[in-house]
């Protein structure tokens, strides 16, 4: 009794194992169906693609995708990033960007999603503070896009007589110029070339040049010119016109830098007034041969062949005076009127006076006048002539004086 009911016990705990066994493993076959098949995503730009897969490797996953589900095969520069907790693939596309800077130009390789930073850091370009591009930094780019960096730089440009700092674009000085709105004339000069590259802190210096004409005048000495007078006698002379100075007229180009003169040209000379000669008239007239007639006996005849009666005769040296005034009698001073010592020859005496042989013919006068060298018989007489011509041409004289 007690090994049947031993025996009966046995095969139920044997039973319950096995039913214990075959329940774990229907247990471990469901969990095990329940973890391989999976629901996975694929994303590929605008497109996904969803399925369900129990192989979950990324290889495995592209593969299902391109050739049950038609997404495009990946080239070889595509990049596919498995995130394994979600169970998502999100494929990148490759494409290519140019980034110009620094006068070249760079095509670089990206995927699809990075920025404009990436593009730089990948040409190896560096942005710095004051420069600009055409796109900002955190735009998502497109294949095919272009992107350009434009330097600046902070340059001192000095002109019109001050200086300041201006932030420019790369480029030449002329562009440099263009952009700080400092205008270049045709004649200015710019110190540095115009054509030559822009520097940070580069320095430029312009120079104004402009043009004057100064005009100026100077005198223009006018020449003597002497005539012939018939009648006027050989030693006058006497001016028929007066002379007039003349006027030059020169203009000078003066070259001016930042307003002082450099160079100067003269570009005209010329005589604007004529002048006008001066024109002095000389007498040719011969004066007439004036002769007394003296005889032996003491006889004269005057120039006129005239007998001269007198009652004494006075032989002495003369001399000649001329001027205005009045004499010493009161007589108004003119030729015939002469000086005399009145103790010798009383004032008011009628004369005649010649050289003692006649050539030399004063002729008919009266005594008038008298001085201080005239007493004392030093001087006999001087005698008024009209010019001071004639007073020098008759000097110091032996004449003799006929007191009539």
């Known amino acids: ?37 999976v629901t996975v995503t694929v994303k590929d730009g605008s497109d996904t693609y969803s399925f369900e897969m129990t192989d979950c490797t990324l290889s495995s996953v592209l593969e299902q995708a391109v050739n049950a589900q038609g997404m495009p095969a990946l080239s070889k520069n595509d990049l596919a990033v498995w995130d394994e907790n979600s169970f998502t693939v999100t494929v990148r596309r490759s494409m290519t960007v140019t980034v110009a800077a620094d006068g070249k130009e760079k095509t670089v390789n990206l995927h699809e999603g990075d920025t404009v930073s990436d593009a730089l850091q990948t040409a190896n370009v ?9 796109k900002s930094v955190d735009t998502v780019l497109q294949d095919g896009d272009r992107i350009s960096v434009v330097r600046r730089y902070n340059v001192v440009i000095t002109a ?68 012939s007078d018939s009648s006027m006698y050989v ?35 010329e005589i604007t007034k004529e002048p006008v000669d001066k024109v002095v008239l000389e007498g040719t007239k011969k004066p007439e041969t004036r002769c007394a007639t003296i005889t032996a006996g003491g ?16 032989t002495g040296r003369c001399t000649a005076y001329t001027g205005d005034g009045y004499t010493s009698t009161g007589m ?8 005399v010592d009145p103790n010798e020859i009383p004032y008011g005496t009628q004369l005649y006076i010649c050289s003692p042989d006649g050539s030399v013919v004063y002729g008919y006068a009266v005594a008038g006048d008298t001085g201080g060298f005239i007493y004392g018989n030093y001087i006999l007489a001087d005698l008024y002539m009209d010019t001071y011509s004639d007073c020098a041409n008759f000097g110091v004289r032996e004449m003799t004086i006929y007191v009539l």
């Open 1 to 37: 009794m007690k090994q049947e009911t031993k025996k009966k016990l046995n095969t139920t705990m044997h039973r319950m194992v096995c039913l214990c066994v075959m329940a774990v493993v229907a247990l471990v076959s469901i969990v095990t169906v329940m973890a391989q098949t």
């Open 126 to 134: 560096l942005l710095g503070q004051n420069d600009l591009c055409t």
């Open 160 to 227: 019109d007589g001050k200086t300041s700092q201006y932030l420019v674009n790369e480029g030449t000085v002329e562009s440099a110029l263009g952009q700080a709105g400092v205008q270049i004339g045709a004649d200015d000069l710019v110190l540095q070339p115009l054509e030559d590259t822009v520097t940070p802190d580069m320095e430029i210096q312009v120079q104004r040049v402009s043009y004057r004409d100064v005009t100026t005048t100077e005198s223009v000495d006018y020449d003597t010119v002497t005539k």
């Open 235 to 269: 030693g006058e002379t006497k001016v028929e016109t007066e002379g007039q100075e003349g006027e030059r007229t020169i203009v000078t180009r003066e070259k001016l830098v930042d307003g002082k003169v450099v160079e100067t040209e003269e570009i005209s000379n």
């Open 299 to 314: 006889t004269v005849y005057d120039e006129n062949g005239n007998l001269v009666s007198y009652k004494k005769a006075l």
């Open 332 to 339: 108004t001073p003119q030729y015939g009127v002469v000086a």
